[in-house]
């Protein structure tokens, strides 16, 4: 009956031990910037790569590897010194959505079932010069979904930027339009309450 037992424990750890997917790549430079890992291009040490819960980093020739379940977001941290790139519509590309069996059925347009990870996710670096002093801007996810909630976050997030950070109407402009962007692409749901927006920016200093 041990033995039994002992044999049936076994068979189960090791079904799950079968079973954990894992996503690996390697977060390289991208010299020519055509989004694709090249054979001359050298992968880049010690970025942070997460799957929204465990963080890695990668190793000398730029390699990490990550366990994986059915629903999980892989994005690399942007190191100094190094920019993530952008889709033609300026939104960076630093992140796989690795979602085994899409979203679920909706009115709203969600993410297309993947299906399993691929063998290799890899991720694109550009070098780029930055100063050691810095502006940033930081705000929750209000998920807005009226015009007249939009109108009340562009409200409070022109005046922030204005005052806490000294730019003008146009820069503020070009700020608000890539906010709106974004926005645009997730306004399945609305848990906005003002009460609870928080916006918040501040100077960095290294």
């Given at each position: ?104 059925a909706s009115k709203y347009p969600g993410v297309t079932a993947t299906g399993k990870i691929p063998a290799s996710v890899n991720f694109a ?82």
């Amino acid at each position: 009956m041990k033995t039994f037992m002992a044999l049936t424990i076994s068979l189960a750890l090791a079904q799950t031990v079968q079973a954990q997917e894992f996503a690996k790549g390697k977060v390289f430079l991208d010299v020519n910037r055509n989004g694709k890992l090249d054979k001359n291009e050298k992968g880049i040490p010690s970025v942070s790569v997460s799957n929204g819960r465990e963080v890695v980093a990668t190793d000398k020739e730029g390699n990490y590897k990550l366990p994986v379940g059915n629903d999980n977001i892989i994005f690399v941290v942007k190191p100094s010194g190094y920019a993530v790139p952008v889709d033609e519509n300026n939104h960076p590309k630093f992140y796989y959505i690795h979602k085994v069996n899409g979203s679920p059925a909706s009115k709203y347009p969600g993410v297309t079932a993947t299906g399993k990870i691929p063998a290799s996710v890899n991720f694109a670096l550009y070098q780029q010069e930055e100063q050691a002093n810095f502006s940033a801007f930081v705000f929750g996810d209000p998920q807005a979904y009226t015009e007249e909630e939009l109108g009340f976050l562009r409200m409070a997030s022109s005046t922030r930027l204005r005052t806490n950070l000294s730019l003008n109407s146009e820069s503020v402009s070009e700020i608000w339009s890539v906010m709106i962007c974004l926005f645009s692409q997730n306004t399945s749901r609305s848990f906005l309450r003002w009460d609870y927006l928080g916006i918040m920016s501040w100077e960095i200093t290294t």
